[in-house]
């Protein structure tokens, strides 16, 4: 009689222990796709079915957003979007962490070499002090409306919590700046540069 309640015992654990990983590795899936059907809707220019994937606020890019025809820079940038799912973590109940490579357009690049040919205008006297954002921006979009423009891949870790309506992507600064083509960090380097050739 006390092998067979082992045995009950033992088979009662094994399909307690089956039943929580199929839950653990179903909600992993979940909250993987989260990040791949925002990137799938960013890429699409889908805004209003991105918004579904967000946890709370929105997109803002700090200077790309003001710049003239600056949507359509986001617009370049989100189409040559990609993201691989390198892995993912829960971290509670309600919160996950989700290692990802994501690839675009190197807006690093772009910016870094806006920023060079205008230091050299600069330098040369070909501009004034009052010009350099002006130039800064002509120049970076003629570039980003160029063909053929680089891409590069980052990976980033991104936050991923369970709302009501299901699990929702927060959107920080390392997440913008990856699906921006690490815009947001070129252009504080871009800025410290130029401050710095000012100041000389």
């Known amino acids: 009689m006390k092998k067979y309640f082992r045995k009950i015992t033992a088979l009662i654990l094994v399909l307690a222990l089956a039943v929580c990983i199929s839950a653990c590795g179903g909600q992993k899936k979940e909250i993987e796709e989260t990040v791949l059907n925002l990137i799938a809707a960013l890429k699409s220019g889908d805004m209003e079915e991105a918004g579904k994937f967000i946890d709370s606020g929105g997109l803002t890019f700090s200077g790309i957003d003001s710049l003239d025809g600056g949507d359509q820079v986001i617009d370049s940038v989100f189409k040559a979007l990609d993201c691989e799912i390198v892995s993912s973590e829960k971290k509670g109940s309600n919160e996950a962490a989700v290692n990802a490579k994501i690839t675009t357009l190197d807006l690093t690049a ?91």
């Open 110 to 200: 772009v910016l870094g070499q806006s920023t060079m040919k205008v230091l050299q205008e600069f330098a040369m006297g070909e501009i004034e002090e009052e010009d350099i954002d002006r130039r800064t921006e002509e120049i970076f979009k003629e570039a980003i409306s160029g063909k053929d423009l680089e891409t590069a891949a980052t990976e980033v870790v991104i936050l991923v919590k369970k709302s009501e309506s299901g699990w929702r992507v927060v959107v920080d600064k390392d997440f913008q700046n990856a699906i921006s083509g690490g815009f947001l960090g070129a252009v504080n380097k871009a800025q410290s540069a130029l401050f710095k050739t000012e100041g000389e």
